[in-house]
């Protein structure tokens, strides 16, 4: 009995070893379990820092890449070779194949898009030419174009052709908007285009100013420039801070949009500012004191005209440093036609002054105001409006809505925002324009760098002048 039980144990102590002995060849080493782990890491690692920088490369095999990412891996695979690529991103040879083969599509694509999905051209490749030429006909002649007049459009040229089936739906519609470079756009205010003959008009100009200051040698504080801009009692902003997914975003005013005053800004060559000009709409001056600093008129209709712009000859431009001495001077104006009348020049010359007159088109290239003085100008006013609606202290009218501002806090506000722009701004502007340039040539090239953002007014530039004697008063 003894011996069969030495036996037995025997034989289970060689079963047990046997079951060790298979569980240690499946189950890996712990030199090789961390080596695993270290590979792992280190191609996470490599992945993180040289993919996408949008979260896009994790730890976990990919599925789908952006755009930015597949360009990354053809750019390493055009260098290299895809192999090295494949093995570096850890993706297959044949999508760097596929991607390469797709390389300039990927670079027009939104750096984001991860697919081409759908077709290109839609499954109605004629309605779609036909309803693209129609709408860029139209819009050519500035009539609207909505989304239903092109689904009816769509409609009918399906008909045309017997296509069957079409139903010109309004995802249609969307895809065919998209296809053709299409968008529901705003409508916007009139761009001033430069003229064919910019860059001769140009020269021309700061030719005859630089012949001017040669033959005059004006002091910088006697070349000034001056404009009109609309300022409006009500100057909503069309941004706001709002709850995110509300449908509804208002902005509430005092309803006052369209009334507005003109203002007509004066500055000079070494960033001087003469007082505002402004006008306003009614027959009679308001008998309340006006804050000083400023000089109010009154016109019907509130705009500058000829008898107007004498005045403002005599009241801001003759008032300034060294004007009642009458010593040499030069103003530049825009080709508004209130500018050209024969009593204006009259009283410029009597006042011993050169007018030099913009060419019509140019002002957004040579009227200082327009290219660093109205945007700032009109921000700080904004400004002061938004202070003003948001401090709850108006005057109501009966009905019980706010009443538009007073004259004199919007002549303050006028004041504010004309002391807060910076003249080392008009200075540089000058210069911009080709108007107190260097004279031995070297800022010659000022105009040409990169343009400072400006407000652009058009409505002053309806007739121009074409003979270069005609710049001159």
């Known amino acids: 009995m003894e011996r069969l039980s030495?036996?037995?144990q025997l034989v289970l102590q060689v079963k047990e070893r046997e079951r060790e002995r298979n569980r240690d060849y499946n189950q890996?080493?712990?030199?090789?379990?961390?080596?695993?782990?270290?590979?792992?890491?280190?191609?996470?690692?490599?992945?993180?820092?040289?993919?996408?920088?949008?979260?896009?490369?994790?730890?976990?095999?990919?599925?789908?890449?952006?755009?930015?990412f597949k360009i990354m891996v053809v750019n390493k695979a055009e260098s290299s070779n895809n192999c090295q690529a494949a093995k570096k991103f850890g993706v297959t040879e044949c999508n760097i194949r596929r991607w390469r083969a797709e390389k300039q599509r990927l670079k027009d694509a939104n750096s984001q898009r991860k697919s081409f999905r759908g077709p290109q051209s839609g499954r109605f490749i004629e309605v779609d030419r036909r309803v693209y030429e129609y709408v860029r006909e139209k819009r050519s002649e500035g009539m609207p174009i909505t989304r239903a007049v092109i689904q009816l459009k769509a409609l009918e040229i399906a008909r045309e052709l017997n296509i069957t089936g079409f139903k010109a739906s309004?995802?249609?519609?969307?895809r065919m908007m998209r296809r053709n470079g299409l968008s529901l756009r705003r409508r916007t205010s009139l761009a001033q285009?430069?003229?064919?003959?910019?860059?001769?008009?140009?020269?021309?100009?700061q030719r005859f100013v630089i012949n001017l200051r040669k033959k005059h040698s004006y002091p910088l504080d006697h070349i000034g420039n001056a404009d009109q801009t609309p300022v409006y009692f009500d100057m909503p902003t069309s941004v706001t801070v709002n709850r995110k997914g509300e449908k509804s975003v208002l902005v509430k005013s005092t309803g006052n949009e369209k009334s507005r005053v003109t203002v007509m800004l004066t500055?000079?060559?070494?960033?001087?500012?003469?007082?505002?000009?402004?006008?306003?709409?009614?027959?009679?001056?308001p008998k309340d004191p006006m804050p000083a600093g400023i000089i109010v008129r009154a016109q019907e209709k509130g705009w500058m005209e000829s008898g107007?712009?004498?005045?403002?000859?005599?009241?801001?431009?003759?008032?300034?440093?060294?004007g009642l001495r009458k010593r040499r001077n030069m103003l530049v104006l825009d080709a508004f036609r209130g500018h050209l009348t024969e009593p204006v020049k009259s009283q410029v010359r009597a006042m011993n002054g050169d007018l030099v007159i913009i060419p019509g088109g140019m002002s957004s290239q040579l009227q200082v105001l327009d290219v660093v003085v109205n945007k700032p100008f009109k921000d700080n006013l904004r400004k002061k409006y938004t202070e003003w609606l948001l401090s709850g202290n108006h005057a109501l009218k009966p009905t019980g809505k706010?009443?538009?501002?007073?004259?004199?806090?919007?002549?303050?506000?006028?004041?504010?925002?004309?002391?807060a722009v910076p003249s080392q701004s008009i200075i540089d502007g000058f210069k911009k324009c080709c108007i107190s340039n260097a004279l031995d040539g070297s800022e010659d090239d000022v105009v040409w760098e990169e343009p400072v953002e400006a407000e652009q007014l058009g409505s002053d530039d309806s007739e121009s002048v074409t003979e270069m004697g005609r710049w001159r008063g």
């Not at 500055?267 to 001056?285: H, Q």
């Open 267 to 285: 500055c000079l060559a070494d960033g001087s500012k003469l007082p505002p000009y402004v006008i306003l709409k009614r027959k009679t001056v």
């Open 6 to 8: 030495l036996v037995c």
């Open 193 to 205: 285009h430069l003229p064919s003959d910019f860059g001769e008009k140009l020269l021309s100009f």
């Open 308 to 322: 107007l712009v004498v005045d403002w000859l005599k009241v801001v431009w003759g008032a300034r440093y060294g």
């Open 402 to 419: 706010k009443q538009k501002p007073s004259v004199r806090l919007l002549c303050e506000w006028i004041l504010h925002a004309w002391d």
């Open 170 to 174: 309004l995802g249609w519609c969307r």
């Open 28 to 68: 890996p080493s712990i030199h090789t379990t961390r080596y695993r782990c270290l590979k792992m890491e280190r191609q996470a690692v490599h992945l993180e820092t040289s993919g996408s920088k949008v979260g896009q490369v994790n730890k976990q095999q990919r599925r789908s890449y952006d755009a930015n």
